[in-house]
């Protein structure tokens, strides 16, 4: 896919734009979806504040006003995917916000969602998300597991999805054989075969993804938007190596911490691991990598992981 960075447009379906939100200087790491039919236009993922300007930039590229949103569906909270949605409700306050019941309340205060952030980004949270702000309340609609969202005539299914984070939801498009994976399909970049789990503190839970993983197996998609990145054709093959990779970052891990690395060594094995699983692909794909999901991230993840599955065994 032919991607300039920031505020370019690519139409990959029936009334389905992919808007390249350019996130640090790089192309194809944090996605947008406009999707639209006649007056409806939606977007699935808002990506951070920081990249706002290319988010309306991408809009407007796909041919249509930013007034003419009439509604912000995110996957999850998480920054990448949601961190816009308070500046562009108080940009156009018609706007609604749809989110899994457990997120709304992040979203209407976003405090608990910042801390956790700090927790991993530290100096760096302006830099890479830039303003987080609260949504009024009653701009904030929480879905129901199943619901229906009407495009005008188009529909997409919110499909509760735990693992990744509590409260994730995927958005399918039964019709077009497609699904917004937001970040439970996992992490990969365009042009390469590795489903790269992505693997934030704290609240992310193995058993639940597994399950969500085998419920996305049900809906027989044809094709899966990734907001990290792009559309992939092979959606049974890209969901095979979703929870062997996750096993293969516990393992690594596991034998890493028995042998005495520390986190900054840890991190530099997960790093090495996931440019060996990328194999012969141009040195760009795992910058890419890194900056969607952070090999420190993974790191944070799996010491914390260890320590409590430790703690439970004394
Ligand atoms: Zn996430």
Request: proline share 8%; with cysteine.
């Amino acid at each position: 896919m032919a991607a300039t960075i920031g505020g370019s447009a690519t139409r990959v379906g029936d009334g389905v734009w992919l808007i390249d939100l350019g996130f640090q200087g790089q192309s194809e790491v944090v996605a947008a979806y406009l999707v639209a039919d006649g007056d409806a236009v939606t977007l699935v993922e808002t990506g951070p504040s920081s990249t706002l300007p290319a988010l309306l930039a991408g809009i407007a590229a796909a041919g249509f006003a930013p007034e003419s949103l009439t509604t912000l569906l995110v996957t999850h909270i998480h920054l990448d995917h949601a961190g816009a949605a308070g500046p562009l409700v108080r940009r156009f306050p018609h706007l609604t916000v749809r989110v899994h019941p457990v997120g709304a309340p992040h979203l209407a205060d976003p405090a608990k969602l910042v801390a956790s952030a700090t927790r991993i980004y530290g100096d760096r949270m302006d830099a890479l998300w830039g303003e987080v702000a609260p949504i009024p309340v009653d701009r904030v609609l929480p879905l129901a597991d199943g619901e229906a969202i009407a495009i005008g005539g188009r529909s997409l299914t919110a499909l509760f999805t735990p693992g990744h984070a509590s409260h994730h939801v995927v958005y399918a498009d039964r019709d077009a054989g497609a699904v917004f994976t937001g970040d439970a399909g996992g992490v990969r970049m365009p042009g390469t075969a590795y489903t790269c789990p992505p693997t934030p503190p704290p609240d992310l839970d193995p058993d639940a993804w597994a399950a969500s993983i085998a419920r996305l197996r049900t809906l027989d998609a044809r094709r899966f938007y990734l907001t990290h990145f792009g559309p992939f054709d092979d959606p049974a093959a890209h969901l095979d190596q979703l929870l062997p990779n996750l096993d293969e970052f516990r393992t690594l891990a596991e034998d890493a911490t028995a042998g005495g690395a520390d986190q900054p060594e840890l991190t530099r094995r997960l790093h090495d691991l996931m440019a060996t699983r990328l194999g012969d692909a141009p040195p760009a794909a795992l910058d890419k990598l890194e900056w969607a999901t952070p090999s420190y991230m993974a790191a944070l993840w799996l010491t914390r992981l260890l320590s409590k599955t430790a703690g439970g065994r004394r």
